[in-house]
């Protein structure tokens, strides 16, 4: 398959993939039901459709020069239009749904570990890499989040919304205690076990180090143009983004530590 045919292939698929996260971008957030908002005639000829299928279609096009005609080209694709979805709807309405975060680390475990199979046949290698991507994704923005909460507790620190004005910190026997906290939203851990369940746990310190640079970069953009420091903004579309960078990065194997490490322009030289 030439490589014009692949770009037409995923730019179509793209657009038509656009709809479907519009639609998501609107029902999620609302929980009301996808396939009502996907009909409306509005959802395929809005202003907002139209940035999204831009933005969709291209992603689609370098996921498939990337990876060429290749099982984890879909994959990549399925997981770079959830991705979109999160980044969209994190943006608009800080939240991102654990249908798309959830729901996507379970469709990693599940996909990944079997599309990998067909090629090295080590599938229980590749689910244990999927399964460890998502704790250490997880365990590493729940870990910096819940010692912030205690630490800024300890100190008699309070934000904005936590907690609740009138109300004390959480206690060790409420749920709050273990997954609300300042700063880091627990939507951001759900997404990182998503990443991870994609990526593997390599991929996982490469996604976030490079939403790291992203989101300072527009960090120190956002407070110049709002000129305000305290003005929060999600993390959701940096990692989202983050993790995308690292799919056009790696090939078909597995995300390693000599790829991201390649990254940074470093490589691991063997001894002789």
Avoid: C
Wanted: proline fraction near 6%; hydrophobic fraction near 55%; avoid cysteine.
């Amino acid at each position: 398959m030439t490589s014009l045919v692949l770009v037409g292939l995923a730019l179509a698929l793209g657009a038509v993939a656009a709809g479907v996260v519009n639609a998501a971008i609107d029902a999620l957030p609302a929980r009301a039901p996808l396939l009502s908002h996907l009909a409306r005639r509005d959802n395929w000829s809005s202003k907002r459709y139209g940035i999204v299928a831009i933005v969709t279609a291209l992603a689609f096009s370098a996921v498939a020069l990337r990876h060429g005609p290749h099982a984890l080209t879909a994959v990549w694709m399925l997981f770079t239009g959830v991705a979109i979805a999160m980044s969209a709807i994190d943006f608009e309405h800080q939240i991102i749904p654990d249908v798309l975060s959830l729901g996507g680390t379970l469709v990693g475990w599940v996909v990944v570990p079997v599309v990998r199979a067909l090629d090295t046949g080590a599938w229980l290698e590749a689910l244990l890499d999927s399964l460890s991507g998502s704790v250490l994704g997880a365990g590493m923005f729940w870990s910096i989040g819940f010692l912030h909460a205690r630490v800024s507790a300890t100190l008699g620190r309070r934000f904005d919304h936590w907690p609740d004005e009138g109300e004390d910190y959480p206690k060790p026997t409420s749920l709050d205690y273990w997954v609300w906290f300042p700063g880091i939203g627990f939507g951001d851990v759900k997404l990182l076990a998503a990443i991870g369940a994609f990526l593997g746990p390599s991929g996982v310190l490469a996604t976030v180090f490079a939403a790291s640079l992203l989101g300072l970069i527009w960090g120190v953009a956002h407070a110049l143009f709002l000129r305000s420091l305290t003005t929060p903004f999600g993390f959701g579309p940096h990692l989202a983004a983050g993790a995308f960078l690292v799919i056009l990065s790696a090939g078909p194997e597995p995300f390693t530590l000599g790829t991201w490490l390649a990254l940074l322009g470093l490589e691991i030289v063997p001894q002789p």
